[in-house]
């Protein structure tokens, strides 16, 4: 009789606005909890990692905080729900930073990124290929703290989804980015 949905804070997912639970993740969790008569519980967790452990120590029955499938992710067990949600990996750089129209135009850069998420391997790719990046690891850090320290000039760029990405230009205008292709 109970759906426990394991989750982060973060404006897509899980968060209060002016007293009041919302997110997209919490939404479509809780349509799927009332059609089949459960009660939705929320367990929220500090990181990805900390999401897929919880799973798999049985403290949640779902992880709903929209993240991106990965081999990675198949390969540490876990399965994906059909997509719901069309997102693209988003390369973002202050307005006033170096245009980038190339992965080439990276080297040298300083790239924050959270290394639990699927762009930090992506970026690991890119070293491999000799495009010398300097990675500059968050762990536990979401989107919006990222784009935060971007824009404090602690690096060049950060990668995000598209759809966190639109949520945080609703915020601040002063971003660019530039679509994964």
């Known amino acids: ?8 804070n973060n404006p897509a997912s899980y968060f209060m606005w002016r007293g009041e ?3 997209f993740d919490m939404d479509l969790m809780q349509k799927f909890a009332k059609a ?3 009660h939705l519980s929320i367990v929220l967790k500090d990181s990805i990692q900390e999401l897929i452990t919880a799973l798999k120590q049985g403290e949640g029955d779902v992880i709903a905080a929209s993240l991106t499938q990965s081999s990675e992710r198949e390969a540490m067990g876990l399965q994906f729900s059909s997509p ?8 973002v750089g202050r307005a006033d930073g170096p245009s980038v129209t190339s992965l080439e135009m990276l ?3 300083r790239i924050g990124v959270n290394p639990d998420t699927v762009f930090y391997s992506r970026f690991k790719q890119l070293q491999s290929t000799g495009i010398a990046l300097q990675l500059l690891e968050y762990p536990k850090t979401n ?5 935060g320290k971007l824009l404090t000039d602690e690096f060049d760029f950060t990668a995000t ?4 990405l639109a949520i945080e230009l609703s915020l601040i205008h002063i971003l660019r980015c530039r679509r994964r292709r």
């Not at 719901?84 to 390369?91: G, M």
């Not at 989107?143 to 784009?147: A, K, Q």
């Open 36 to 38: 089949n008569k459960l």
């Open 84 to 91: 719901y949600l069309k997102v693209q990996e988003q390369l």
């Open 21 to 23: 639970l919302m997110g």
């Open 107 to 109: 080297k040298e850069s």
């Open 161 to 164: 989804d598209s759809h966190l």
């Open 143 to 147: 989107t919006e703290i990222l784009i």
């Open 1 to 8: 009789g109970r759906l426990r949905m394991l989750t982060l």
